[in-house]
């Protein structure tokens, strides 16, 4: 049975279409890219998930359940997420964000305990940040950010993990890094890719989006063509094998 199911997901932005009859099924462990130009409706989808948008059409089910009979809560602890953008206008600790992650499991008004705490430091870890709990998160790197962002959401203890483009403004070390650090959880995740080559190299399975529409799925041998990102991104490439067996992506100027 599929953990996460998109069914003719369809979302507009007044005249101009966000997602169109958009499906999507991703069965449990699985790492799971979405690709796409910018415009292409990745994060536009993503958020239709995590219930930052509401489509305007079709359905969305998590784990059979369809999302709407869930209270948000309920949600927030089946779906983890770590955006690309993380500003925070006070200057909170590191142990700070990451128990916000147990939010989901609090009645409203209560306290954190020392179980909440334990669950933080196992997260902080997890993504290699032990002894950071009283650093603020403002002092730390970019790589340390979203790393601490991933503890947040490994804190809520969820069986999925939505990643909306999560590496964008990170050096190649520490893009690396945090998806090794994904790719070691053992969880079901759906991660938007600006990077063809990242994709190709963590994803079980890639969807590709253009205009709002899954122009191509599957292995990642199976997408990433030469024909097909031409057709997407209008650039030249050669694909290669990696000495890992994964496709590299080189590409032609002009």
């Known amino acids: ?42 994060s536009t989808l993503l958020k239709c998930i995590y219930r930052v ?39 909170f600790s590191v142990r700070d964000i990451v128990l916000m992650g147990r939010s989901p499991h609090k009645k409203t008004m209560e306290q954190d305990n020392a179980e909440d705490r334990r669950i933080a430091r196992e997260a ?16 730390l790197s970019g790589g340390e950010q979203q790393r601490v962002i991933l503890a947040r959401a490994l804190a809520q203890q969820t069986r999925a993990l939505i990643l ?31 990077d063809l080559n990242l994709a190709g190299l963590y994803c079980d399975e890639i969807y590709v989006l253009k205009d709002g529409r899954v122009r ?19 650039v030249h490439a050669d694909i290669l094998p990696g000495k890992d067996g994964n496709p590299r992506i080189i590409y032609y100027a002009g």
């Open 1 to 42: 049975m599929s953990i996460l199911e998109c069914r003719a997901l369809t979302k507009n932005y007044g005249a101009k279409t966000g997602l169109d009859s958009v499906d999507l099924t991703i069965e449990p462990g699985r790492i799971v890219g979405l690709l796409g130009p910018n415009g292409s409706g990745k």
């Open 53 to 91: 948008l509401h489509q305007d059409a079709g359905c969305i089910f998590l784990d059979g359940k369809e999302n709407t009979k869930m209270g948000y809560k309920e949600t927030a602890r089946f779906l983890g997420v770590v955006a690309q953008h993380n500003i925070y206008d006070f200057d």
């Open 124 to 139: 902080l870890a997890r993504v290699g940040l032990s002894g950071f709990e009283e650093r603020t998160f403002a002092e």
């Open 164 to 194: 909306d483009e999560p590496t964008n403004h990170l050096d190649v070390k520490y893009q690396l890094q945090l998806l090794n650090t994904v790719k070691s959880l053992d969880l079901t995740v759906v991660a938007a890719f600006h």
């Open 216 to 234: 191509a799925a599957g292995a990642p041998w199976e997408v990433l063509t030469a024909p097909l990102i031409e057709e997407v991104y209008g």
